[in-house]
């Protein structure tokens, strides 16, 4: 009998063992996420960057749409910035009223007017900026992408997301230690000022406070660049891929939405400002020399200027004094590039709401490179030449 009873209850230690061990494993998971910031809302993380001024980096959720939406709410700026991520660099600081940078919320013309009137669902801004992508007039665009404004569905819990403290161990993305300081609450000292997420606990790559994106990892040399030597890029070019399609036609309905949002925000009495994002000039270059490929972005140019009254064309930026090593990557512009976008734009209605002194000094100081704010770099970090060309 008492064999029996041995038996059954290592039968049954048998069967429990790995539930018991499923559920310490979703536990330490659980715990970790949460320790690193990976389940604070996009809301609650709005209002802590406002109070600290810290960074937002998350490297397991792609609700970008949520928290900008969120951002929106809290900041209730007099000047919004809205379009893809060739728009992230605009920064607040050269900006005398409160401001608050959208980049990424939209990925197309119909995007974008869905993201304007999500936008203006929970604040009012005096002013939009809108970033244009010639791209997205293409007729083979493949966007827009899927972006969630729903804060609940771009943080839900998912099994892919409960093993990926473990897929990034084995990957070696977390070094042991770093996991299990983490699971005993301590703090991250990468960065000077509170990280949430782990993509900005660990590499420094996230939000800041207006919504601006910081580029650390590459800036500062923690990680190789994504883009050496624009690459990567140029050979999108020349093969004709991905944002860098061949063609001749423009796809005429994208407009339709564009035409739509400018109207609207006109007879609500918000001011509009469009521009075409900037391409580094080596890029840039590389597409004028092949005209025939590139037909149908010369007339996206032209229907453009047509279209917005107050508009600025900065696909070509040297004229403005940009080089390639003010990029982040071929058709990313860095901050430096963004502030002379900005300057150039001071002869539209968005001259009256920026910080011409500051705008000036920046560029004076930074030419030639990427970061304007060193707040997130680390004592001692300076940038560092992460494209491989000949910059400072």
């Known amino acids: 009998m008492k064999n029996a009873r041995r038996t059954y209850r290592r039968y049954i230690a048998l069967l429990l063992a790995p ?32 109070a600290t001024g810290g960074l937002y980096g998350s490297a397991l959720h792609d609700d970008a749409y949520a928290f900008k939406l969120a ?6 700026p007099q000047v919004a910035i809205i379009g893809s991520s060739r728009t992230l660099t605009v920064a607040s600081e050269f900006f005398a009223v409160p401001t608050a940078n959208l980049g990424l919320m939209a990925s197309s013309t119909r995007q974008l007017e869905a993201a304007v009137n999500d936008v203006l669902a929970v604040a009012r801004p005096q002013l939009l900026v809108l970033g244009i992508d010639f791209f997205w007039f293409h007729p083979q665009w493949a966007g827009p992408f899927v972006l969630s404004p729903s804060a609940e569905l771009s943080r839900k819990l998912t099994p892919n997301k409960l093993l990926a403290p473990y897929r990034w161990l084995a990957f070696g993305q977390i070094r042991p230690e770093e996991a299990f300081a983490a699971l005993a609450g ?48 140029l050979d999108r070019v020349v093969r004709g891929t991905s944002q860098f399609r061949h063609g001749s036609e423009i796809d005429a309905d994208a407009f339709a939405p564009l035409v ?19 391409l580094a000039p080596s890029v840039n270059e590389a597409m004028r020399v092949r005209p025939e490929r590139y037909a149908y972005v010369e007339a996206v140019r032209a229907r453009m200027a047509a279209l917005s ?16 090593c003010e990029f982040v990557d071929g058709f990313h512009a860095g901050a430096v590039a963004s502030a002379r976008i900005l300057a150039a734009l001071a002869s539209t209605d968005l001259g009256r709401y920026l910080d011409a002194a500051k705008i000036a000094d920046a560029i ?24 491989g060309l000949p910059c400072k």
């Open 71 to 76: 951002l929106a709410a809290r900041r209730q």
């Open 364 to 387: 004076a100081t930074h030419a030639g490179m990427v970061a304007t704010d060193l707040r997130y770099a680390r004592p001692g970090e300076r940038e560092v030449n992460f494209l």
């Open 19 to 50: 539930a018991v061990a499923a559920a310490l494993g979703i536990g330490a998971s659980l715990l970790f996420l949460e320790r690193v910031g990976e389940l604070v809302s996009p809301p609650k993380i709005a209002e802590s960057l406002q």
């Open 260 to 278: 739509r949002t400018i109207a609207r925000l006109r007879r609500e009495g918000i001011a509009v400002v469009t521009y075409l994002p900037p």
């Open 186 to 233: 301590a703090p991250p000292n990468l960065l000077p000022v509170p990280a949430i997420g782990w993509r900005a606990r660990s590499r420094g790559d996230g939000y800041a406070a207006d919504g601006q994106y910081v580029y650390g990892s590459q800036i500062f040399g923690r990680l190789p660049a994504d883009d050496p030597g624009f690459a990567d890029t």
């Open 309 to 324: 009254p107050q508009h600025l064309d900065a696909t070509d930026i040297a004229p403005l004094g940009a080089n390639d």
